[in-house]
């Protein structure tokens, strides 16, 4: 049977929290003031924005909302959110307008942008910000190699032949957003230092908690090893690793919309 992933692992994400919380920051910085109304954290995870959504809008009740119940017990203990609600975010509706959805490197695992990003800024109260970050990172050899090695090794269960990325480029992007309210759109690439800690490849590390694990949810456990080991193979030969690190690029697009009234 395959070994199923039903749930994230937080204390695998959090091992890179500081190269994961950064563009959160980035973002963060470029949200206006806003008016009443709650702050919504869209995929909260386990909480690593909360204190710096609190921080900055203390005036307004902070809403974590997550599908993971794994996650949420850890962004209980930050202590900062006024409700956390387990749901799926594609299925979240707002009680009542809020001032920010706030959505951190969550939306890419969902479908369907054309539908999904206009409906979420249709819930916002007037002069309500929707501000959104997403991994842009497909088309690099770590996201490509790992459709690759599956296929490969699996083509019975992977079939990335027809593959199209879930982040649209921003030309694209800013046709689904016309005319909803005032729209900045911006990508930055970051080149992140990784260092070996392990026998896996450091890229490997970065992506197990995230991009493998779709992946890694169809195979068993003979399989992931397969899979991990041509992997880390892969990997070694675009991301060279040198005196136990690696310069791992990775781009991520930004949003903010202001919704007008």
């Not at 819930?123 to 090695?149: C, E, I, K, N, Y």
């Not at 005032?182 to 392990?198: A, G, H, K």
């Not at 990997?235 to 690696?246: D, E, F, Q, S």
């Amino acid at each position: 049977m395959p070994h199923k992933q039903s749930d994230w692992n937080p204390g695998a994400y959090a091992r890179f929290r500081d190269l994961r919380l950064r563009p959160a920051l980035d973002l963060l910085a470029q949200v206006p003031d806003l008016p009443s109304g709650d702050v919504v954290d869209l995929g909260c995870g386990n909480g690593a924005v909360g204190a710096a959504l609190a921080g900055r809008f203390n005036g307004h009740s902070l809403v974590g909302v997550d599908n993971s119940r794994t996650m949420l017990a850890e962004a209980k203990k930050a202590g900062v959110y006024a409700s956390l609600h387990h749901i799926d975010i594609a299925d979240w509706q707002a009680d009542t307008p809020p001032a920010l959805v706030f959505s951190n490197a969550a939306l890419h695992w969902l479908p369907d942008h054309a539908r999904l990003l206009p409906a979420l800024a249709g819930v916002l109260a007037t002069g309500g910000v929707l501000a959104v970050q997403m991994p842009r990172q497909f088309d690099a050899p770590s996201h490509r190699l790992l459709r690759q090695t599956a296929q490969n090794l699996f083509p019975d269960r992977f079939n990335f032949d027809s593959y199209v990325a879930p982040v649209a480029p921003p030309v694209r992007l800013a046709e689904m957003l016309a005319g909803l309210g005032d729209l900045n759109i911006w990508e930055t690439r970051y080149f992140q230092t990784l260092t070996t800690q392990s026998d896996a490849h450091p890229v490997r590390n970065f992506t197990a908690s995230t991009a493998m694990r779709p992946v890694l949810a169809k195979l068993d456990l003979s399989e992931q090893t397969r899979l991990t080991a041509a992997y880390d193979q892969a990997l070694h030969a675009a991301y060279p690793v040198h005196n136990g690190r690696t310069t791992f690029p990775f781009l991520r697009q930004f949003f903010t919309l202001t919704r007008n009234a």
